[in-house]
């Protein structure tokens, strides 16, 4: 089953433009991760942020969590083309304090960022 | 390095074929673990390993082997292919520790007819 689900589906904006997706979750988590697959290849992590953490910045990113709500948005400031890919959420809902890799991933937001 | 390495990018079976996907990554990660990504379902864990010798079934196992006889390498078998199986498969590592991130390799695409 799925732990995530992100919305929008699908986001098409223009160079330049901030690019919110938002991922929503069902059990409690250890952490909350982002990761970005551009079309036909593997997926490259792009942030994570702990259960105790309500914010955190790397660049142009900024991630939000809300455990309260299970929610977490990614925010993409001054968008470029080279942005454009799907994004995908992914809970580590590990109660013992390791991950080993078993994430649950959402569906996924495909972004088109055009020039 | 090379990172997280999967071959063959592309393959076609027919049904009831068998045939093994590789994985080897160079970085010394103890975890590894295979994922299928299909249209609108994200990615589905189907085995994952916790070093040499020791694998474990993630949410879609049936249908799927797995061995880790190494800490570079994580095969994935599908002893008798099925239509269902059509996916991209993707392997991925991460280091021993709290809370880390995956490594992912570039995909192979199966089709299975």
């Known amino acids: 089953s799925q732990q995530g689900e992100e919305d929008p589906q699908a986001l098409s904006i223009q160079e330049g433009e901030n690019a919110t997706m938002n991922c929503s979750y069902k059990?409690?988590?250890?952490?909350l991760q982002w990761y970005r697959q551009n079309s036909g290849r593997g997926l490259v992590h792009l942030i994570l942020?702990?259960?105790?953490?309500r914010e955190k910045h790397s660049g142009r990113l900024r991630v939000t969590l809300d455990t309260s709500k299970k929610s977490s948005s990614l925010l993409i400031t001054a968008s470029r083309a080279a942005d454009t890919a799907s994004y995908f959420c992914?809970?580590?809902?590990?109660?013992?304090?390791?991950?080993?890799?078993?994430?649950?991933f959402g569906q996924g937001t495909i972004l088109t960022v055009h020039p | 390095n090379a990172g997280v390495t999967q071959t063959p990018k592309f393959q076609v079976l027919k049904t009831g074929q068998s045939m093994t996907l590789q994985c080897a990554q160079d970085?010394?990660?103890?975890?590894m673990s295979w994922y299928r990504q299909d249209p609108g379902m994200g990615l589905r864990l189907i085995h994952y390993s916790v070093g040499a010798g020791i694998t474990d079934q993630g949410e879609v196992p049936n249908g799927y082997n797995v061995s880790r006889s190494t800490t570079e390498d994580f095969p994935l078998r599908l002893l008798s292919a099925a239509p269902s199986q059509t996916s991209v498969y993707f392997c991925a590592s991460n280091r021993r520790g709290a809370q880390e991130k995956l490594f992912f390799g570039s995909g192979t695409q199966l089709s299975v007819l």
């Open positions: 942020i702990r259960s105790n953490e």
């Open positions: 059990t409690s988590i250890n952490n």
């Open positions: 970085m010394n990660h103890e975890y």
């Open positions: 992914a809970t580590d809902a590990y109660a013992g304090g390791t991950s080993y890799g078993k994430l649950t």
